[in-house]
């Protein structure tokens, strides 16, 4: 149960940190009044919105997304009880998909998708290091 309870902190931190990072970001560069970036009505305005999102804005954006699958894959990877890594990388997965989903929705820059391509990994491999090798063990 407790490994369970693991993947649901995890997801819940990924997705508290993406939302306040990327509020933050829209504060800096808000929406045009009346844009609805979920209204396929608004797909037009909502391209020229993120034709001129400054450098700042996108870094954010993807920072957000990687900063985000660090600390909840790291909740995860040290609550679960066995295989911490796993589902630390379980977390990543998630994150991973989630920016995937992003990318296809709407269009990115090319910088912004691979360096969120090369984040992810790193972001992985940095959780793990900080992981206990077994904090159970014995137990």
């Given at each position: 149960?407790?490994?369970?309870?693991?993947?649901?902190?995890?997801v819940l931190v990924v997705g508290l940190i993406?939302?306040?990072l990327q509020w933050v970001g829209s504060a800096l560069h808000p929406?045009?009044?009346g844009v609805d970036p979920m209204d396929p009505g608004?797909?037009?305005?909502f391209a020229a919105y993120l034709a001129?999102?400054?450098f700042?804005?996108?870094?954010?954006?993807?920072?957000?997304e990687l900063i985000g699958a660090f600390f909840g894959s790291l909740v995860a990877g040290r609550l679960a009880t066995t295989r911490q890594s796993w589902f630390a990388g379980a977390?990543?997965?998630?994150?991973?998909?989630?920016?995937?989903?992003?990318?296809v929705s709407f269009s990115h820059p090319m910088w912004f998708i691979?360096?969120?391509?090369?984040?992810?990994?790193?972001?992985?491999l940095g959780v793990t290091k900080l992981l206990p090798s077994n904090p159970y063990e014995g137990q």
């Open positions: 149960m407790r490994n369970v309870g693991a993947v649901v902190a995890g993406v939302l306040v929406l045009p009044a608004d797909a037009t305005a001129t999102m400054p700042v804005g996108w870094a954010l954006a993807g920072a957000s977390i990543v997965c998630v994150a991973l998909l989630g920016s995937i989903s992003n990318w691979v360096g969120q391509l090369v984040g992810y990994p790193l972001v992985f």
